[in-house]
């Protein structure tokens, strides 16, 4: 299986700041990464797909970039309904799997 | 629109069985596969195997092989995930997922809304 590890695993920002999450793969992926945000109690929501296109009415202060094994989901600007927890998840292999999480907190 | 619409949630003894239901509208549902995925309480997202509604072919995580059957019923529109021999270890919300249009087969646009099932004796 294809291992994904984020980083960090938590994070304490303030509205306006700009935030950088990570994602190693455990092999090279190519660009099939993917971002996903969850709120409590809710499904996840897909942000970004191979590895930098947004998905259709996700705002554009969220970018992805990255490939092979390294990836970064960055937010230029923190608004308060960014507060969520955010994974990645690879899609190059038939065994899909996620990353542990990124939970964003307000400072 | 598409919806998938899952049923409610499940409170289990060790080593019984669970079945989910996912519905889904808005779309032919034969031409779309259907993926279940779960999360443990404060744990990443699982993915656990898929069901192609169109001819029945399923695959299955190896972690979960032996103990998870997909299957659907193209009448109702509806998948179903059984898990046998349940563990306290397998207490999550359980996720049906659909995937996108364009993007490739693992890239979930679409979510059920979740079902909790708890194994506790």
């Known amino acids: 299986d294809i291992q994904m590890t984020q980083s960090p695993s938590s994070l304490s920002a303030s509205v306006g700041d700009r935030v950088t999450i990570t994602c190693r793969a455990s092999q090279s992926i190519s660009s099939y990464l993917n971002w996903y945000q969850q709120k409590p109690g809710k499904a996840p929501n897909l942000l970004i797909y191979?590895?930098?296109s947004l998905q259709s009415g996700v705002p554009s202060r969220f970018s992805g970039s990255g490939s092979g094994t390294d990836f970064t989901l960055t937010i230029s600007s923190l608004q308060p309904e960014d507060f969520a927890t955010y994974y990645c998840q690879q899609s190059y292999s038939t065994l899909c799997t996620f990353g542990q999480g990124t939970k964003l907190e307000i400072k | 629109q598409v919806q998938l619409v899952q049923s409610g949630a499940e409170v289990k003894k060790p080593g019984a069985s669970v079945e989910v239901s996912c519905k889904a509208s808005g779309y032919t549902f034969t031409n779309y596969a259907i993926h279940w995925v779960r999360q443990a309480p404060g744990q990443r997202l699982e993915w656990m195997g898929w069901?192609?509604?169109?001819?029945?072919?399923?695959k299955y995580s190896q972690k979960f092989l032996g103990r998870v059957t997909i299957t659907r019923d193209t009448s109702a529109s509806t998948a179903y995930m059984e898990l046998s021999s349940l563990r306290s270890e397998d207490t999550a919300v359980y996720y049906c997922?659909?995937?996108?249009?364009?993007?490739?087969?693992?890239?979930?646009?679409?979510w059920g809304q979740g079902t909790l099932v708890t194994v506790s004796s």
């Open positions: 997922a659909r995937r996108c249009e364009d993007y490739g087969d693992y890239v979930f646009c679409f």
């Open positions: 069901i192609s509604a169109g001819n029945g072919i399923t």
């Open positions: 191979a590895a930098s």
